[in-house]
């Protein structure tokens, strides 16, 4: 069975929503973020929907939709994350210009609701969770 998640790429303009199944637990989620660079415009260019669409790409790893993007209709983040209410895990990424990096947000849904788990640098993310990124 897979760990669902929504990774939510955002910037000053919008927020693009991409479902993943599998391997999202932080320390899978660090590498998937990572490989997504690769694909991207080198930082400090970025845009929320070039750099989901550079997460697909670098994620996405046979046909089907264990890596797509989410309709974009919802009014808002709670009615998107209540409509793909089988995740696990939810990641606000972002760009933060002064600190020159991207910024992640960790949420875990539990039995009240989601969690704030963590928050950091992605450089940071990557030395704490993923083993080989």
Request: proline share 3%; aromatic share 16%.
């Amino acid at each position: 069975m897979g760990t669902r998640a929504i990774y939510i790429f955002e910037d000053d303009h919008e927020e693009v929503f991409v479902y993943k199944h599998y391997d999202n637990h932080p320390s899978g989620a660090a590498g998937c973020i990572e490989g997504a660079k690769e694909f991207a415009w080198a930082l400090p260019r970025f845009e929320a929907s070039e750099f989901a669409a550079a997460f697909v790409v670098a994620n996405k790893k046979r046909r089907g939709g264990e890596v797509r993007l989410v309709h974009a209709g919802f009014k808002d983040r709670l009615e998107m994350l209540e409509a793909n209410d089988c995740c696990d895990y939810y990641y606000v990424i972002s760009f933060i210009p002064q600190e020159h990096t991207l910024w992640v947000e960790v949420f875990e849904k539990g039995v009240l609701g989601w969690t704030l788990l963590d928050e950091f640098p992605h450089d940071v993310m990557k030395d704490r969770y993923h083993e080989c990124a």
